[in-house]
Every structure is written in C-alpha cells, then in structure tokens.
C-alpha cells in the first residue's frame, strides 16, 4: 500500500514537501511517480524516481521547482515543492510501478499501485 502526506495550504511562492510511504513491497525494486489531479482535469505526471538508480523526471510544469527525494531513513519518496503557484492546486497522488527506463513515466495507466491523495491548496 502507499500513502501521501504533508498537503497543506500554502502561500503563492512558498515551499510544501510531501511524502510517499509504502508497505508491504520492498520500495526500491520499483518506481515511484507523483501525480496530481485538479478539480476538472485530468490527472497529470509530476515527478518520476527510480531510487536504485537515480533516474528521475520532471514535468515542464514543475521542473525546476520540484525536486524528488529518497529518504531512506523514513522509507518514503518526498517531492520537495518550491516557489508554488496557484495552478499547483490539486490533490497529489503517489503510486508505483515496476520497470527502470522511465518511458511513458506520465501515464497512470502504467502504475499498478496508488496510493490516497493529499490536498495541496496555493493561495493567498
């Protein structure tokens, strides 16, 4: 199972990091993508990590911005989340997926597991 944590209500420009924890699977053997989902949307790729390798992706929307985590010492994948904006608004999910290249990292179809979102809400 996986679990995300640490949404919250911050200001436009503001810093907000969140936490992906696992259980019942070895978190390494598989990756782990960020994904959030606005009211009306659909929901997109954030942010990709394949701990054992370090291979990670970024969306342009957050490149730059984002920047994902292994802490080892929890046991989680945490997307620290800097200089957010309004249009940073949804709910962030976290979920996993086997495989090492990456490809088509964005696509929810390809995770086999998801865990319960957090509401990351950016206003003044």
């Known amino acids: 199972q996986l679990q995300a944590s640490g949404g919250g209500l911050v200001q436009p420009g503001g810093s907000l990091r969140l936490s992906c924890a696992g259980s019942?699977?070895?978190?390494?053997?598989?990756?782990i993508g960020w994904f959030r989902q606005a009211p009306g949307k659909e929901r997109e790729g954030v942010a990709y990590?394949?701990?054992?390798?370090?291979?990670?992706f970024y969306s342009a929307a957050v490149k730059g911005r984002f920047a994902l985590f292994r802490d080892s010492a929890k046991d989680t994948v945490d997307p620290q989340m800097n200089n957010l904006k309004p249009e940073d608004t949804a709910v962030y999910y976290c979920?996993?997926?086997?495989?090492?290249?990456?490809?088509?990292?964005?696509?929810?179809?390809?995770?086999?597991?998801w865990g319960r979102g957090t509401q990351v809400t950016v206003s003044s």
């Open positions: 990590l394949k701990s054992s390798t370090g291979l990670t």
């Open positions: 019942g699977f070895t978190f390494d053997d598989y990756a």
């Open positions: 979920a996993r997926r086997l495989g090492s290249r990456g490809s088509s990292w964005y696509l929810p179809l390809t995770y086999d597991s």
